[in-house]
């Protein structure tokens, strides 16, 4: 990806690096997406049915955008998203995330999955640090396989990577089920 | 039957997503309360207003993890949204089990490693080495840092 990386420099004003902030949102749509564990990612099909998994993503506030990694053993979505670019990422599961009564929020966007595999870099380690914070268990599993058995578990740590670009972002509240929610169109 | 399967996969869940397409054909998701329809086979769906949706394909996924992201388990199913006189019906078609139990986690780590294999001979990529210390370092010093918080605490 050949795009502009929003960095800060000593002439520049530091880029937020609050989603809310970012995109014109409530601070409560912005809490959602830095707090909630999972979100539902949809992707279409070839048939054209919208696919739908719950993921860990991460956002990219210097790129305004997510990233979700998927392991080349399940890279189903990552076909689907060559085909289709056309996404969303619903955020309607509160579990583990402190937040009393938050608002849903569903983020439309577009999608790209470049080529390669994502690498053991500095990204790797805050993404990493951000997982093992918030499914210690997964991780430790994994660390704790005697050296010989982890080639077992290698293909799970390949990782595809997908970006997603929000276009749309809408948020309703429990008390508007049926009604109508609020929109930014990006 | 997939109906069957799904009745009771469903039950095991508070709630779930339902997934369609918007007029400009990006996936719009909603979480509802799935409460099956015997008679008509379907499970009624209550949307909120202004999504642009239309009859067609759909999807609904059930999903749980606690607050750790563990004790991971899911179900998809394939089917069809269809609007009715009594409002919108989502009618499934094929059950497409997910994570939870034993049977889950072997068909995911065979499956998975199995299709991994594939994907990386079609496109000739030489996977990167896995840094196992280099990810224990990271968990070691979580730790550290969490018992760090707790003495001073």
Request: proline letters at 8%.
């Amino acid at each position: 990806m050949n795009e502009p990386v929003l960095t800060t420099t000593s002439a520049a004003a530091p880029v937020s690096s609050d989603f809310s902030a970012l995109f014109g949102v409530p601070a409560e749509v912005g809490a959602v997406v830095r707090e909630f564990r999972s979100c539902e990612f949809s992707t279409v099909a070839r048939d054209g049915t919208p696919v739908t998994w719950p993921t860990f993503p991460f956002f990219e506030p210097e790129r305004r955008r997510f990233l979700i990694t998927s392991s080349v053993g399940l890279a189903q979505k990552a076909f689907n998203i060559q085909r289709d670019a056309r996404v969303a990422m619903l955020f309607s599961n509160a579990m583990g995330s402190g937040l009393a009564s938050p608002p849903t929020v569903l983020i439309q966007g577009d999608a790209e999955v470049p080529a390669g595999l994502g690498q053991f870099d500095e990204r790797f380690e805050s993404m990493t640090r951000l997982l093992f914070e918030r499914q210690p268990i997964g991780i430790t599993l994994l660390g704790a396989l005697p050296g010989p058995l982890r080639h077992l578990v290698d293909w799970y740590c390949w990782r595809v990577l997908i970006y997603v670009r929000p276009r749309r972002i809408r948020w309703w509240y429990e008390s508007d089920r049926g009604g109508t929610s609020d929109e930014v169109v990006l | 039957m997939a109906w069957r399967e799904i009745v009771r996969a469903v039950r095991r869940y508070d709630s779930a997503v339902i997934a369609v397409r918007d007029k400009h054909g990006y996936p719009v998701s909603v979480r509802f309360l799935p409460v099956p329809d015997e008679r008509s086979q379907t499970l009624p769906v209550p949307l909120p207003d202004g999504l642009s949706i239309a009859p067609g394909p759909a999807w609904i996924l059930c999903h749980y993890h606690d607050e750790h992201l563990w004790s991971l388990r899911s179900f998809g199913a394939r089917g069809s949204l269809e609007l009715t006189p009594d409002g919108w019906r989502f009618r499934p078609t094929t059950f497409v089990p997910g994570m939870g139990g034993v049977v889950a986690m072997i068909r995911l780590f065979v499956g998975g490693r199995r299709r991994a294999r594939r994907y990386l001979t079609a496109r000739g990529i030489v996977p990167p080495e896995i840094r196992w210390d280099q990810i224990n370092a990271i968990k070691r010093q979580i730790k550290a840092e969490h018992a760090a918080g707790s003495a001073r605490r």
